[in-house]
């Protein structure tokens, strides 16, 4: 049995196959859509420290939280967004 990994991005999480195909996903993302790198890191960041965290996953809406936070159009889906 894996164990939940509480407020771990996927290149922290054990399953390399999932993370190898979302980063190339992101990888793959034209350019003019997404956020800079400080912004994502900031996202990311706000991600971590968030409870609705769990494997690489939001608990909320079922996102990889490394994908919504590259794309500049998206936003937190807490009621109380937090970025």
Known sequence: MTAICKRCLLSETQDT????????????IPEDI??????????LDSCRACDNLANGMCKICGCYVEVRAVKS???????????
């Open 17 to 28: 196959d999932i993370a190898a195909h979302i980063y190339s996903y992101i990888a793959s």
């Open 34 to 43: 997404k956020a800079s790198a400080a912004l994502i890191q900031q996202r």
């Open 73 to 83: 159009g998206q936003s937190c889906p807490d009621i109380y967004a937090k970025w």
